[in-house]
Nanobody, 128 residues
Framework: QLQLVESGGGLVQPGGSLRLACTVSGGNLDYYTIGWFRQAPGKEREGVSCMSSAGRRTIYADSVKGRFTISRDSAKNAMYLQMNSLEAEDTAVYYC?????????????????????WGQGTQVTVSS
């Protein structure tokens, strides 16, 4: 059973940066497609970014393109979301997610239903 734990959330001013981390246990993250999602109050959980297990292909939501970067560290069995130029609209609880798909996968989608393992979430608040 894969276990994911997020960290790095907090309060930041508009224009600032945060780096979210998600440490993983119970499996080798190299063989998993990974993703970051977020849920703002009163809204549905939405996909932010994902990275495939094969080829490390990435996808970003239009709202974060050019500002956010997803990455993974094989040695630490962890994934990250670097968030720059943060805006008030980025305020949400952020979740990391992973899915094995039974083998290496060269594509990913920002689809909540694609991911079976989730972290508990970390709050990101962008406010002056």
């Amino acid at each position: 059973q894969l276990q994911l734990v997020e960290s790095g959330g907090g309060l930041v001013q508009p224009g600032g940066s945060l780096r979210l981390a998600c440490t993983v246990s119970g499996g080798n993250l190299d063989y998993y497609t990974i993703g970051w999602f977020r849920q703002a109050p009163g809204k549905e959980r939405e996909g932010v970014s994902c990275m495939s297990s094969a080829g490390r292909r990435t996808i970003y939501a239009d709202s974060v393109k050019g500002r956010f970067t997803i990455s993974r560290d094989s040695a630490k069995n962890a994934m990250y979301l670097q968030m720059n130029s943060l805006e008030a609209e980025d305020t949400a609880v952020y979740y990391c997610a992973a899915e094995g798909f039974g083998g290496l996968n060269s594509v990913c989608r920002l689809a909540r239903a694609d991911f079976g393992s989730w972290g508990q979430g970390t709050q990101v608040t962008v406010s002056s």
